[in-house]
């Protein structure tokens, strides 16, 4: 029965419900309905009370106590939008074994050489265990604080004794706090401990680094309302098969969201990749019919990609389709394009599209190369060495602009690319490149089979 005067709602998303159930049917969470008392709280008047600072003009507020200072590792900085904010809270969200524990002992160890004090607090490892890690990675500083803490009253306490200008915890799901029933990791317990590390560090402008465990879809783990109390959220990506690691920014306060840093995992640790366009580019002697060449944007920086087609035929009922890097809803479109504007059969063969260096690409303007790789394996005809191909495609078999075209043909050309296809009305063209215009898909094909 209903207890008369109690309300059931779900920690995930506040959804209220008449009664408990496991799951919620509002955000399809499991064991996250939890009683809450009384359905009707009576509304109480609130008396006025004396403000802690009395509020100023906008152009009278101080800024320089809250300009970003550089963490020492570039291509963070890049997408935190210059470096550490004082007060910032930050979640770094990734797969088991990407990287993030070596990422953020690079982060401490430079913070210690340049800046000042920093402190890593691990909830998941021994002191000892994370000692031969940071020197076998060489991060090893006499700055460099380490606790191994999961109550929250003793970190606040190491906090207190150390002093130090950044923190590192690791992770908030191993964290508690002794004044919150539940286990370590549920959602009372995570959004408890993240409350007040975000006090903590509003507080004393404290920039924290809280690393985050991820569900099987990729997604960050715990409460949604996670996501909404910290000020940036940043998720590591890469392969495991590959030492390439992509950092993207999901939220960001202080700056652009959709920023990208690329780093490579190595045998002393992790090293930032300034210029990592040439690792998404297959490097062969001769040229190879069902490949060709784009530019993509990752926030503001142009990175070239390709992509790679094979259409074989299949002695199979139904014809296999696979995708990987790519948006795989995306290329089925393109591929219905394709064999109805474009009058290329590919109904009935197999078709595997991919991208090359485990690069993920979900941005429209790639479906102009997505046409041209499908075109050149269909007909065994390798397109120029030197092509690029920029533009979405729409279901008419048009081109459509995409944004920043002027930005990725300059990548292209300094990266020795010499033509390009692009959409009508492109805007202004960087020098070292010819560029050829195309309406639609058809002059786009014939366009790249003279293209030498």
Sequence with gaps: MVKKGSTYRCGECGYAAPKWVGRCPECQAWGTIEERGDARPAIARVA???PSAPARPIGEVDVETARAKPTGVS????????????????????????????????????WAASAGRSLYVTGEESAGQVRLRAERTGNVH??????????????????DAVKPGVMIVDSVQTMASPQVEGSPGGVTQVRAVTSGLVALAKERGLPIVLVGHVTKDGSVAGPRVLEHLVDVVLQFEGDKHSTLRMLRGIKNRFGAADEIGCFELVEEGIVGVPDPSGLFLSHTAEPVSGTAVTVTMEGKRPLLGEVQALVSATQAPQPRRAVSGLDSARVAMVLAVVEKRARIKVGDKDV???????????EPGIDLAVVLALMSSATDTPLSPKLVAVGEVGLSGEVRRVPNVGRRLAEAARLGFTYALVPPDAGKIPPGIRVLEVPDVGSALNAAMHAR
């Design 48 to 50: 006025a009370g004396a």
């Design 352 to 362: 595997y599209v991919a991208t090359v260096g485990g690069m993920k690409i979900t």
């Design 142 to 159: 006499d700055e460099m604080f380490l606790a191994a803490e999961s109550d929250l009253s003793s970190i606040l306490g190491h906090v």
């Design 75 to 110: 291509e963070l900085d890049r997408v935190l939008g210059g470096g550490f904010v004082p007060g910032a809270v930050i979640l770094l969200a990734g797969e088991p074994g990407v990287g993030k524990s070596t990422l953020l002992l690079e982060v401490a160890y430079q």
